[in-house]
C-alpha cells in the first residue's frame, strides 16, 4: 500500500481552467502538506494543515485553495491556471507538526499549462 | 531565516567509485533537524536520513554514510561505490524550530553514475 498517493500522477490542461490535485495518506498521521517543485527542480513548501486546520500558509496566490475534509486527506484546488503553474505538487504527510518530525513525500502530480 | 546550500549542480563518476555530495546550511537557531531525500528520475522524493543538532555522531547505512560538522555547518553525503542506480537528484533540507515543520530545501546535487 503506497503510504500518501496523490492523483492524478499527470495532468495537462488549459490556461483559464480549475483543476484539483488529491492527496491521501495511510499512515496515521496527524499533519499534512504541499510543496511544489519548479522546473529547475527548486522544492518549497505552499501549505501545512495539522488535524485538519491551516498551519502554513506560504504566500501563495488565492487561487490556490487547500482543502482538508479530514486528517488524512488533502485536496489541492487552483482556479485560473496560469502558465507558471506548471509544475510537479507534491502532497506530504508526517507524524505531527512538530519540527523535526520526518516529512514523508507522495509521487508527485506533474501539471502541464498549456 | 535558513539558508541550504548545495553548491554541486551536477556529478559524474563511473560506477564504482566513491562520491561526496556536499551541503552546507544556515540558521541562527540552535535546535535545527537536517535531512537528505532521494529523488531518482521516476520522481518520487524518497526519505534518506535525519539529524538534529544535538547529534553530530556520523552515519553509516549500508553504502551511504553521513558526516554532520556543526563547526563548518556542514551535513555531507558519501556513496561508496556507486551504482547506477544511485544516479538521482539528491536535496539536503533544514528545518528550525518555531513556525512549523518546514523543510526548507537545497537547490538539489544531480548525481550522475555511468558504466
Known amino acids: 500500500d503506497t503510504a500518501v498517493s496523490q492523483t492524478p500522477k499527470y495532468l495537462v490542461t488549459q490556461m483559464g481552467n480549475d483543476k484539483s490535485i488529491k492527496c491521501e495518506q495511510n499512515?496515521?498521521?496527524?499533519?499534512m502538506y504541499w510543496y511544489k517543485q519548479d522546473s529547475k527542480k527548486f522544492l518549497k513548501i505552499m501549505f501545512s494543515?495539522?488535524?485538519?486546520?491551516?498551519?502554513i500558509n506560504e504566500t501563495v496566490p488565492n487561487r490556490f485553495s487547500p482543502k482538508s475534509p479530514d486528517k488524512a486527506h488533502l485536496n489541492l484546488h487552483i482556479n485560473s491556471l496560469e502558465l507558471g503553474d506548471s509544475a510537479v505538487y507534491f502532497c506530504?504527510?508526517?507524524?505531527?507538526?512538530?519540527?523535526?518530525?520526518?516529512?514523508?513525500f507522495g509521487e508527485g502530480s506533474w501539471l502541464t499549462v498549456v | 531565516a535558513q539558508k541550504v546550500t548545495q553548491a554541486q549542480t551536477e556529478i559524474s563518476v563511473v560506477e564504482k567509485e566513491d562520491v561526496t555530495l556536499d551541503c552546507v546550511y544556515e540558521?541562527?537557531?540552535?535546535?535545527?533537524?537536517l535531512f537528505w531525500y532521494k529523488q531518482p528520475p521516476s520522481g518520487e522524493l524518497v526519505f534518506l536520513i535525519r539529524?538534529?543538532?544535538?547529534?553530530?555522531q556520523n552515519e553509516i547505512s549500508g553504502r551511504y554514510s553521513w558526516n554532520f560538522q556543526k563547526s563548518t555547518s556542514s551535513f555531507n553525503f558519501t556513496i561508496t561505490a556507486s551504482q547506477v542506480v544511485d544516479s538521482a537528484v539528491y536535496f539536503c533540507?533544514?528545518?528550525?524550530?518555531?513556525?512549523?515543520?518546514?523543510?526548507?530545501f537545497g537547490t538539489g546535487t544531480q548525481l550522475k553514475v555511468e558504466l
Open positions: 499512515l496515521g498521521h496527524d499533519t
Open positions: 506530504a504527510s508526517s507524524p505531527s507538526w512538530n519540527p523535526g518530525n520526518t516529512i514523508y
Open positions: 494543515y495539522n488535524n485538519k486546520e491551516l498551519i
Open positions: 540558521t541562527r537557531d540552535t535546535t535545527y533537524y
Open positions: 533540507a533544514l528545518t528550525v524550530t518555531g513556525g512549523g515543520n518546514k523543510l526548507t
Open positions: 539529524r538534529n543538532s544535538f547529534d553530530e
